[in-house]
């Protein structure tokens, strides 16, 4: 063999690593986790690879190219080193690089099925529009058809926090309210008059003023007046069709809607109230008592 292509027995740390497609620094840190042992040093104190190591080398990149984890390499060496042991010198079978490579693979298929379902939602997003494709389908087919631009972005924020709280079927229950309004200008903007002034309502307000039991009293007539027109335009027969196509499509979940804050999403990660508890807002005590009369308004019956 001419002496310029004969292979050397042993390489250097660089020589080693510009072969494999790596790193001296990658290199030292796999001798640091036990990865790959590491070799003796030469009488310069250096460290020198021979074929065995370059073995062990591109083995690492390979695997760790496919993305299995650095110590779940070393795992499966430590395993199939100890396997072969055991079978009296024979060579390694690889069954712990199997097992391995068995776990990568439905790593993978949960991540594919993870990215599929994020690209439904991008779609989903830019073909309903931003905020409406943040509901869930549930939701969005109550609130189609309606005029454009008669849901405003307040209705869908609303609408959002709902879903979080009570799940698609309380969101598109409450959808009926807005789809009220966005049909009947009039009740619209008798809705935006008192929302104002339950937001007038501010620090600056005692809570025994009178304006809090008076606007209280205007939201208890408005909230009468739009229960009237949802019966009187067939919308609470609309909501019972809902519940019955929800208990068709969730017949596990039909009789715990109430307890579960993230109803249908196959989780339960916090009850109603304490979901509630967690969402701020930034009410006065003045508004907050003007809740509390309203609610007792509502108790006592209709206007």
């Given at each position: 063999m001419h002496p310029s292509l004969r292979p050397p027995r042993q390489v250097k740390i660089g020589d080693a690593a510009a072969f494999a497609g790596s790193t001296p620094r990658a290199i030292r840190h796999y001798h640091e986790i036990?990865?790959?042992?590491?070799?003796?040093?030469?009488?310069?104190?250096?460290?020198?690879?021979?074929?065995?190591?370059?073995?062990?080398?591109?083995?690492?990149?390979?695997?760790?190219?496919?993305?299995?984890?650095?110590?779940?390499?070393?795992?499966?060496?430590?395993?199939?080193?100890?396997?072969?042991?055991?079978?009296?010198?024979?060579?390694?079978?690889?069954?712990?690089?199997?097992?391995?490579?068995?776990?990568?693979?439905?790593?993978?298929?949960?991540?594919?099925?993870?990215?599929?379902?994020?690209?439904?939602?991008?779609?989903?997003?830019?073909?309903?529009?931003?905020?409406?494709?943040?509901?869930s389908d549930f939701v969005t087919e109550r609130l189609k058809n309606l005029p454009e631009g008669s849901l405003r972005q307040a209705d869908l924020d609303t609408l959002l926090v709902t879903e979080r709280i009570f799940g698609p079927l309380g969101a598109a229950v409450q959808a009926t309210r807005f789809v009220a309004l966005a049909t009947h200008p009039d009740l619209r903007k008798e809705s935006d008059r008192v929302d104002a002034a339950e937001e007038a309502l501010d620090d600056s307000v005692a809570v025994d003023d009178p304006r809090v039991a008076q606007v209280a009293a205007e939201r208890h007539a408005f909230e009468s007046a739009l229960q009237t027109v949802i019966e009187e335009s067939g919308l609470d027969k609309d909501d019972d069709a809902l519940f019955d196509a929800w208990d068709t499509l969730h017949p596990a979940t039909a009789n715990h809607g109430e307890d579960g804050a993230d109803l249908g999403s196959g989780r339960r990660e916090m009850s109603v109230l304490e979901a509630?508890?967690?969402?701020?807002?930034?009410?006065?005590?003045?508004?907050?008592?003007?809740?509390?009369?309203?609610?007792?308004?509502?108790?006592?019956g209709p206007v």
């Open positions: 036990g990865l790959l042992p590491e070799p003796e040093r030469g009488a310069d104190d250096r460290r020198r690879y021979g074929y065995e190591d370059m073995i062990r080398l591109l083995w690492i990149r390979k695997m760790a190219d496919a993305g299995i984890a650095l110590d779940d390499i070393r795992d499966a060496f430590t395993t199939g080193a100890a396997s072969a042991g055991a079978r009296s010198g024979q060579e390694d079978s690889g069954d712990g690089i199997a097992g391995i490579l068995e776990r990568l693979e439905e790593s993978l298929a949960e991540q594919e099925a993870e990215l599929r379902r994020q690209r439904t939602a991008v779609q989903r997003m830019r073909t309903e529009g931003s905020r409406m494709g943040l509901l509630v508890g967690k969402m701020p807002y930034d009410f006065s005590p003045a508004r907050l008592r003007c809740i509390e009369l309203s609610v007792e308004l509502f108790s006592q």
